[in-house]
C-alpha cells in the first residue's frame, strides 16, 4: 500500500518544525566551532554586534529606556525570536513548494552571519566565517534529510496558478531520466508500502534527534569558549594596596531616609550601558595595554606592571549620557587603579595633541579632552572597584575612570589602548551618531523615596519626608531645594559631601497640609553657585536637563 498523502496545512507545520530544528543544528554546530578559537563568534552574536554598531540612535534611546541594562538580553531574545520565525517559513515553503528554497534562505542566513564576522570593529578575517559558513551548511543537511524521509507523504508542489487544488496530481510525462528516477522513487514506495503513520514518526524521531545533537553541540561549544575566559584569572587576582589608602566613609555621608540610593553603589547594582553584545574575556596573563599616537615615546604595560606602579583609589560618581531626568544610569564606588596624567607624562605628550582617545578589546572608542586627564582631576585607570578586582561585565581588568565627563566619552571598559590625537582627525565611536564629541556631565538632582504616583504616608506628628541624590562631578553639591506645589522652593538637608566627584544625599521634611494629591519638585545648586536648570532636554546629543518632577498622594 502507497504512503497516503498529508494535508498541506499538516505539511506546513511538519515543514515549519523541520526548519526550526535545522536552525537548532546550525546554530549549535556554529557554537561548536566557535569553540574551538578565542576569537570565534557564533552567527547570532556576530549579526547581533552588527545590529548594535547600525541601530538608529533613537531606536536605542528607546532600548534603553524601556529594558535598561536589560537591553542586551532584549536584543538576544529578538534576533531569536527572528531567526526561529525565519526557519519555521523556510522550513514551510521547503516542504510545501520546493526544498530548493528552504537550502537557499538557509544559506542566505549562513552568508549574513559570515558577512557579520568580517565586518567587525576589530578586523575579521577569513577564518572568522567559518561557524556561520559551516552552520549553515550542517543546517541545510538536516533540513535536507527531515524532507527527505518527510517525502513520501508530502504533497505535490502546485506550480501553476490556475491548478485545481481538488483534482488529483497527474503523473508526469517521461521526458528525461529525472523524471525516470522520480517514477521510480515512487514505485519503490508502493513496492515498500510505508504508511502515513510510519514516515510521521520517523520524521518525528529524526527531528527529535536532530534538535537533541544541536543543542548538545551548542553546549559542548559554549564549555569549550570557557577555556578562554577571564573568570579565573579574576579569581586569583589579589588586589594591590593604595600608597595612601583612603579612610571608612563616615556614617554622615547618609541620611538614614528610607528609599534614597546608598552612597555607594554595590558591584552587583551599578549600571551597564555598553556596546558589548557578550563580556569580552581578557585574563590578565594575556593583558597589554599600549599608549601610542602623538606621544614622544609609545609605551607598553603588562598587568602586572601597572599593579606595580603608584596605586591610588578615589570615591567617583559614574553617570551615562543616556540616563534621562530622574532616571537610575548612575552609580557610585570606590576605584582603585593608577593615575592617568603619571601614565600621560612618561609617554610625554606631543604639541597639537587634544584629544586622548581609549579603545577596547572589541575596538569600541571613546574619545575626550585632554584637559580632562592633565588638569589634576582624578582621572584613572582603573582594576579595582569597591574593594575587589573589576568585575568582568564592568572592564576587567582594566578600565578609564575620568570624573565629570559622561561615561560614552571617558570610561572604556576592556581597555587594551590609550591614543593621544586630535578632535579633527578622529571621532570616537559616538560622535558618528549624533552625540556630542565633548560630554561634561550636567548639574542633576533627584527623588527617591517615593515614586511617581506613589503614596507618601506621615508620620505620626503629622510630617512627611522625601529624598534623594544630587551630582555634578568635578564641582560638588553646595544646595538642594524642594518645592511642594505651587508653594516656595525651599532648602533641603544634605549628607555630607566626601568630596566634589560624588553625589550627595538630601531629604526634605514638611508638614502637608492636608491628604490629597501634590507635585513635588527638587533642584541643586553646585559648588560654583550655579543652579540646575528647568529646560528640558533630552540625552541626544550631551545628557539630559530639567527638574525631576513627580506627582504623589499624600495620605
Request: proline fraction near 6%; charge should be negative.
Amino acid at each position: 500500500m502507497a504512503a497516503e498523502t498529508i494535508s498541506k496545512r499538516s505539511a506546513t507545520a511538519l515543514g515549519a518544525l523541520a526548519g526550526l530544528t535545522s536552525a537548532i543544528v546550525a546554530l549549535g554546530a556554529a557554537e561548536l566551532v566557535a569553540g574551538l578559537s578565542r576569537s570565534w563568534k557564533g552567527p547570532i552574536l556576530d549579526v547581533g554586534d552588527r545590529v548594535i554598531d547600525h541601530v538608529p540612535v533613537a531606536v536605542k534611546d528607546f532600548a534603553i529606556d524601556k529594558f535598561g541594562t536589560n537591553d542586551k538580553p532584549a536584543l538576544l531574545v529578538g534576533i531569536g525570536a527572528f531567526l526561529a520565525l525565519y526557519a519555521a517559513v523556510m522550513g514551510a515553503i521547503a516542504f510545501r513548494k520546493r526544498i530548493e528554497i528552504g537550502l537557499i534562505g538557509i544559506g542566505a542566513f549562513g552568508l549574513i552571519g559570515a558577512y557579520a564576522a568580517l565586518t567587525r570593529r576589530v578586523g575579521g578575517s577569513l577564518s572568522d566565517i567559518l561557524p556561520s559558513i559551516i552552520g549553515a551548511a550542517l543546517g541545510a543537511g538536516a533540513l535536507w534529510l527531515a524532507h527527505s524521509v518527510a517525502r513520501p507523504i508530502l504533497p505535490t508542489p502546485v506550480l501553476a496558478d490556475d491548478a485545481d487544488p481538488t483534482a488529483p496530481p497527474e503523473r508526469p510525462a517521461l521526458t528525461g531520466p529525472h523524471d525516470v528516477q522520480e517514477n521510480d522513487e515512487a514505485a519503490s514506495e508502493a513496492r515498500t508500502g510505508v504508511t502515513r503513520r510510519q514516515v510521521l514518526v520517523r520524521s518525528g524521531g529524526l527531528l527529535a534527534a536532530l534538535a537533541l545533537a544541536g543543542a548538545g553541540a551548542g553546549a559542548v561549544g559554549r564549555a569549550l569558549k570557557n577555556r578562554f575566559g577571564a573568570a579565573e584569572s579574576r579569581a586569583n587576582l589579589t588586589l594591590p594596596v593604595a600608597t595612601d589608602p583612603l579612610a571608612p566613609i563616615p556614617d554622615a555621608v547618609e541620611l538614614g531616609l528610607e528609599g534614597i540610593a546608598p552612597f555607594t553603589t554595590s558591584n552587583a547594582d551599578f549600571y551597564r550601558i555598553d556596546t558589548a553584545l557578550t563580556i569580552p574575556q581578557l585574563p590578565t596573563d594575556d593583558y597589554e595595554l599600549r599608549i601610542t599616537g602623538m606621544v614622544d615615546k609609545e609605551l607598553s604595560f603588562t598587568f602586572d606592571d601597572l599593579m606595580q606602579r603608584n596605586v591610588v583609589e578615589y570615591d567617583i560618581t559614574l553617570t551615562c549620557v543616556s540616563n534621562t531626568v530622574g532616571g537610575n544610569l548612575i552609580g557610585n564606588a570606590r576605584w582603585l587603579g593608577v593615575r592617568l596624567d603619571e601614565l600621560l607624562a612618561e609617554a610625554g605628550v606631543k604639541a597639537g595633541a587634544d584629544q586622548v582617545v581609549g579603545r577596547s578589546i572589541d575596538g569600541y572608542t571613546c574619545g575626550f579632552p585632554l584637559e580632562a586627564a592633565t588638569d589634576g582631576r582624578n582621572a584613572m585607570v582603573a582594576f579595582g572597584m569597591n574593594g575587589e578586582p573589576l568585575p568582568l561585565e564592568h572592564g576587567f581588568p582594566a578600565r578609564l575612570i575620568v570624573p565629570g565627563l559622561y561615561g560614552y566619552v571617558s570610561a572604556t571598559k576592556w581597555l587594551v589602548e590609550i591614543e593621544l590625537t586630535t578632535f579633527e582627525e578622529f571621532e570616537q565611536y559616538w560622535v558618528p551618531r549624533g552625540y556630542s564629541d565633548r560630554a561634561p556631565i550636567k548639574l542633576m538632582s533627584r527623588i527617591d523615596s517615593v515614586d511617581g504616583l506613589g503614596t507618601l504616608t506621615r508620620n505620626p506628628d503629622g510630617t512627611a519626608a522625601i529624598g534623594g541624590v544630587a551630582w555634578a562631578q568635578t564641582r560638588g553639591i553646595s544646595n538642594v531645594e524642594v518645592q511642594i506645589g505651587d508653594g516656595e522652593w525651599a532648602p533641603a538637608d544634605l549628607g555630607d559631601a566626601l568630596n566634589a566627584d560624588t553625589w550627595r544625599q538630601w531629604a526634605f521634611r514638611w508638614t502637608p497640609a492636608g491628604a490629597g494629591r501634590t507635585t513635588i519638585r527638587c533642584r541643586a545648586t553646585d559648588g560654583n553657585g550655579v543652579i540646575q536648570t528647568d529646560e528640558r532636554s533630552e540625552p541626544l546629543p550631551d545628557g539630559a536637563s530639567g527638574h525631576h518632577q513627580i506627582v504623589v498622594f499624600v495620605e
